[in-house]
């Protein structure tokens, strides 16, 4: 059935902005609302059906569509990075941004995005806690370094840093001045509670993982070396949904691992990578990718986590493994740099994690 009206929304915490256009008589309405969804939803529901109505992701979250959805009313979320703007538009207002969006709903130009269900929004959330977390702590030790070079104190460079050998070091410095002595001991003190709160979260996440809503899909993607149950839980988190990618390739340039291009008439320059996406999954899928240039073989750890997986998963992570050597050391012949090589191999691993979830 065609759609009647056609609805656009610019939702903000405390004021929704909606434009409605009836598509038998072009006639535009517009209608301004206090934060609450409910009244949004009545109004919705008193416009001429079927309705097709949109608003872009931000921070207030899925509110509204749950709402909607649960009242029968079609609704989508669309991706504010793909809704296409004019340059010259130097005017920005709420009222011509809900215009705007729907406007663009009735010619097909928005792009929606997949809203997670309440538990992945959950899981989601605990993910992302963790990876602020090791962001925290990674800048915490950053800091005590630093305060440490000041005063040339220097580990040795030949052996690794937080160890536990490093860590006696750390515990046995000590300074002349007291207010230089405390702000070292705070860094070092914040440095440990943001240690322990990372552990626990992960210890939170596993336990998570096994949840059988997430283990059939994590299982799979363990099967792949350098993706261990954290990780093969963060990027099923991210990814959500597998089976709106229809080809592997949709998937890697979803998670912003392509290359950007700049075309023009007979000219045509690749540059940096895209980034878009899920720059959180994009880390974990680099950094798996670095084993790579490794000779393809199945750890004993690797055998273990395959156990009791589909014969075509782990024939997958195998050919991954082999494919994503040749590719490695092809490059590298070529003198491409190691996060260059990481990021392709990445793109490659990609398009296998695709394969593997959704193969029968």
Known sequence: MATMTWVGLDVHTRSIEAAALDARTGELTRRRFAGETGPVITWLGSLAAPISACYEAGPTGYGLYRAAHEAGVAIEVVAPSKTPRGRGDRVKTDRKDAELLVRLLSAGALTAISVPAPAFEAARDLSRAREQVRSDLLRARHRLSK???????????????????????????????????LAYHDG?????????????????????????LFWPTVARLRCFRGLDTLG????????????RFRRPCELGAWLGLVPSLEQSGQSAQSGSITKTGSAYARRILVEAAKHAGRQPRISAELARRQEGQPAAVRAIAWRAQRRLYRLARHMQARGKPANVVAVAAARELAGFLWAAVLIE
């Open 147 to 181: 305060l440490l070079l000041r005063y040339g104190r220097l580990w040795d460079p030949a052996r690794s840093t937080w160890t536990v050998a490093h860590r006696r070091w750390l515990d046995a410095q000590r300074f002349d001045a007291e207010p230089t002595a």
């Open 188 to 212: 070092l003190g914040a440095v440990d509670a943001l240690a322990a709160r990372k552990a626990a979260l992960d210890e939170q996440l596993s336990r998570l993982a096994e949840d059988p």
């Open 232 to 243: 093969a839980l963060i990027v099923h988190l991210e990814v959500h949904d597998w089976s």
